[in-house]
């Protein structure tokens, strides 16, 4: 018999958070569930660690690759091929859970048959599991403590849009039929990935968010997202998605130049990107809907528009 949930935990060279990682999904008080243990040929004691649990019987298979993929994708597509479970957590190696995630989050979806996708909130530690002071990346407010039901559409422009506040795989349970196919294109990202996958996913039927902080999002000096975000090489990758979903929502040519505006002012922080970068040119003149890209110009209609509110874009703050 299936267990209704697979856990997959995609590791690399994270020893230190690892067993703080496993145990918390152990000691979930939901309890229909297996674990999917992928190690992407770490050079640290990490193989060490995850045989210690080769003989839990919750562990169905434990996978060592014998050379680094180079992308976390391939562990997410070799992690959904092994996966039986209904529903798929896609757990980070350094992240951990409160012990009543899996529970909150399967009883979301379990009462709305129409949602692919769950997702909480998530508290910012630092290498040592305490919380980051002023770091709140959910901003509930009022909503803290109640659940929002999301139309897929309705996910995509509040939650998806402007930024992936979708932000850390380990806050979301899907279903695993609704799943999108993991193909070359994630496999050739090196940022952007999981924000592609949840814009594909958001496609496939509705979204529940749970508004309490279940997940523990581990910000450290090695963690992939953090580099990329100062080195601003997300941009090319993004604005591609962004653009994707702007054909999908059917923006208008307007609202599609004030979105493109908007990462025509960001892009001001990392000067030479976009000529260096065609490929995000040719992308940000695909969002814009426009046959000549004027950043400034875009820039300023994104600022104009912020006063004024003229494109009706709903806002994507929280709280």
């Not at 000096?221 to 997300?234: D, E, I, L, R, Y």
């Not at 941009?235 to 591609?240: I, L």
């Not at 208008?252 to 030479?272: E, N, S």
Request: include cysteine; charged fraction near 25%.
């Amino acid at each position: 018999m299936h267990p209704t949930v697979s856990v997959i935990i995609p590791n690399y060279n994270h020893a230190p958070y690892l067993r703080e990682r496993i145990d918390s999904v152990l000691g979930q008080d939901f309890e229909d569930f297996e674990v999917i243990l992928l190690d992407d040929c770490s050079n640290d004691h990490s193989r060490e660690i995850l045989e210690r649990y080769r003989q839990h019987p919750k562990v169905s298979h434990i996978v060592f690759n014998d050379k680094n993929s180079g992308t976390t994708f391939a562990q997410w597509r070799k992690g959904l091929s092994l996966a039986c479970g209904k529903y798929v957590w896609i757990a980070e190696s350094d992240d951990y859970a409160e012990k009543d995630f899996l529970s909150t989050l399967v009883d979301a979806l379990e009462t709305n048959p129409e949602a692919v996708l769950a997702f909480s909130g998530s508290k910012i530690i630092d290498s040592l599991g305490n919380e980051i002071p002023g770091e709140d990346w959910d901003k509930f407010g009022r909503r803290l403590g109640t659940r929002a039901t999301y139309t897929g559409k309705e996910l995509t422009i509040r939650r998806l849009l402007r930024n992936n506040l979708i932000y850390n795989a380990s806050m979301v349970v899907f279903r695993r039929e609704a799943a999108p196919e993991i193909t070359e294109r994630y496999l050739n990202m090196r940022f952007c990935g999981d924000w592609l996958f949840w814009s594909q996913l958001a496609r496939k039927g509705q979204a529940v968010e749970i508004c309490r902080k279940l997940n523990n999002f581990r910000q450290h000096s090695n963690k992939v997202s953090a580099s990329a975000s100062k080195a601003g090489k997300t941009y090319t990758e993004g604005t591609e998605i962004v653009a994707e979903m702007a054909q999908w929502l059917d923006l208008t040519p307007l609202q599609r130049k004030v979105i493109a505006g908007r990462i025509c002012k960001r892009l001001r922080k990392h000067p030479g990107l976009l000529s260096s970068e065609p490929a995000l040119k040719t992308q940000l003149t695909r969002l814009a809907a426009t046959r000549r890209l004027h950043p400034p110009l875009l820039s300023l209609l994104y600022e104009a528009d912020k006063m004024l509110h003229f494109s009706r874009l709903p806002s994507q703050s929280r709280g």
